[in-house]
């Protein structure tokens, strides 16, 4: 696991269930690792899901996605799944996103990236609000 506070990488195996009758991992589930790579990010940070929603009356919510698939994933795989932040505004980060297969030889080799970008919304009117104060101060120190 490699990790700071603006990029984050967690490994994943692919399982029978993640894939197709042909082994190869369906398009979707790709989403999921990525999601998987931004949660841990957080929890890395100090903040929980169910924290930021209960505490900080927020959730983070995709509002777009650009994906490249480049190789496919196949059954038994080692998967790196990348998580960093390319830009940041008041209420939203831009992610740039990679999945690498992780090889016998210690190198890795590209299969997916992408760019994903998730908005704060405030849990009771569900409008954009600002990223919370606290997440902010332990990314950046402000």
């Known amino acids: 696991m490699n990790h700071d506070k603006q990029f984050f990488s967690i490994d994943t195996r692919i399982y029978y269930e993640d894939t ?21 990010w957080l929890r890395n ?16 919510a995709v509002r777009s996605v650009q994906i490249e698939y480049l190789k496919p994933a196949r059954l038994n795989d080692l998967l790196q799944v990348t998580a960093s932040i390319k830009e940041y505004k008041r209420s939203f980060f831009i992610f740039f996103q990679q999945i690498h297969k992780k090889l016998v030889n210690g190198q ?24 919370p104060k606290s997440l902010m101060e332990s990314l950046y120190g402000h």
């Open 108 to 131: 890795t080799e590209l299969l997916i990236e992408g760019t994903i970008k998730v908005v704060a919304i405030n849990t009771k009117n569900f409008k954009p609000r600002k990223i």
């Open 45 to 60: 940070l100090g903040f929980e899901q169910d924290q930021i929603v209960n505490d900080l009356q927020t959730i983070f």
């Open 20 to 40: 197709d009758s042909g082994g190869v991992v369906y398009h979707a589930n790709y989403l999921k690792y990525m999601e998987r790579a931004r949660t841990e």
